[in-house]
């Protein structure tokens, strides 16, 4: 399985990015997408994952800001990211994880950078 993640950059404080992933390979139904995030110093967190159904989690730090989706047909997912703030620059990461029989696989994407600052 591989992800390949575009759609970082720079931006100023309250401005917008989209960031999209797209996986390939031998994707199993019923997995979970996400996006997490790392800044320099501190440990990788989730941001917001999605499931093939749709149900949907978000970080408390991004509820109402950020907008996460997919399309199970093209296995993409994206997060829309709105009101952006200075303390949201990290590296972003896709993730995808499935059950194969009864244990987790889990994939990541190579990371893009995102910068808020003016």
């Known amino acids: 399985v591989q992800l390949q993640a575009s759609g970082g950059g720079l931006v100023q404080p309250g401005g917008s990015l989209r960031l999209s992933c797209a996986a390939s390979?031998?994707?199993?139904?019923?997995?979970?997408m996400g996006w997490y995030r790392q800044a320099p110093g501190k440990q990788r967190e989730l941001v917001a994952s999605i499931r093939s159904g749709d149900t949907t989690v978000y970080a408390d730090f991004v509820k109402g800001r950020f907008t996460i989706s997919r399309d199970n047909a093209k296995n993409t997912v994206t997060l829309q990211m709105n009101s952006l703030k200075p303390e949201d620059t990290a590296v972003y990461y896709c993730?995808?994880?499935?059950?194969?029989?009864?244990?987790?696989?889990?994939?990541w994407g190579q990371g893009t950078q995102v910068t808020v600052s003016s």
């Open positions: 993730n995808i994880r499935f059950l194969v029989l009864t244990m987790w696989s889990e994939y």
């Open positions: 390979g031998s994707i199993f139904s019923g997995n979970v």
